[in-house]
């Protein structure tokens, strides 16, 4: 069984996979020792794990996760970056700058839809990624921008007066106008990200012809998902997904 975790800047995913299904997920704050310290306790006890694979954005976190593994696994990871063995070609600048989520999420892309269409695949968190894979394989890169609470924050952090807006009074049926502060903080976020979204895969269909098939995922990606004018997938961790992916192609002799 391979053991696949993505380590974000707020949570870490762990999923324990058979074959191509997960049979396994947990989530923890990647900033607490003892929640990370537990989620993999647990997998260790539960799981007869063979190959580990992370996807790491956060230094701290993924050092903390990989004295416990050498520990409980007694197995090397594989630490995910554009160097490892993958299904898709890497065509962006300086690949090496390149976030393993983002390169997992090209793979999954690719994976699912090889051949058929063009896939972008939209990661809505702490920030929001747009990658985009070619049906030929080819990754040519994305565009990273602000997450809903990011954005959140820095209205709250840069204003003299502008409070910070919670994450749980977010309303997917936001007005467009908002008669008070309260609601004009909540327009910008949820109808800003909704449109510039829809803008920006527009802009891409317009640019690279031909099918595109597009996939969200992400902790926003359900909510904002409801509002999004165009037909997309939804998946909840593509991140995941890939890492699963990249770690059984290592047997591939392609």
């Known amino acids: 069984m391979n053991l696949t975790i993505d ?5 870490t995913h762990f999923a324990v996979f058979k074959g191509s299904k997960h049979i396994y997920v947990q989530n923890c704050s990647s900033i607490s020792i003892t929640a990370l310290t537990k989620a993999v306790k647990k997998i260790r006890k539960d799981c007869e794990i063979t190959k580990i694979g992370i996807s790491s954005v956060s230094p701290n976190a993924q050092r903390s996760i990989e004295i416990l593994i050498r520990k409980d696994f007694k197995i090397k ?13 890497v065509k962006v600048k300086k690949p090496s700058s390149l976030g393993p989520d983002r390169i997992c999420n090209a793979v999954y892309g690719y994976h699912n839809f090889n051949g058929q269409s063009n896939v972008l695949v939209i990661d809505l968190g702490t920030a929001n990624t747009y990658d985009l ?6 990754f040519v890169g994305g565009i990273i921008a602000p997450g809903i609470m990011t954005s959140s924050k820095a209205l709250n952090l840069n204003t003299g007066k502008l409070p910070l807006f919670e994450y749980s009074k977010l309303s997917a049926i936001a007005p467009l106008i908002g008669r008070n502060t309260f609601e004009a903080i909540q327009s910008g976020l949820v109808n800003y990200m909704k449109y510039a979204t829809e803008g920006l895969v527009k802009a891409i269909k317009n640019h690279y012809r031909g099918k595109l098939t597009v996939v969200i995922t992400g902790g926003s990606a359900k909510f904002l998902g409801k509002k999004l004018n165009f037909k997309h997938i939804y998946e909840t961790n593509t991140v995941l997904e890939g890492i699963n992916i990249i770690l059984n192609h290592q047997d591939s002799s392609i």
């Open 133 to 138: 894979v070619l049906k030929n394989g080819d």
């Open 7 to 11: 380590i974000g800047n707020s949570f």
């Open 77 to 89: 990871p594989l630490t995910i970056n554009n160097k490892s063995k993958m299904p898709i070609k």
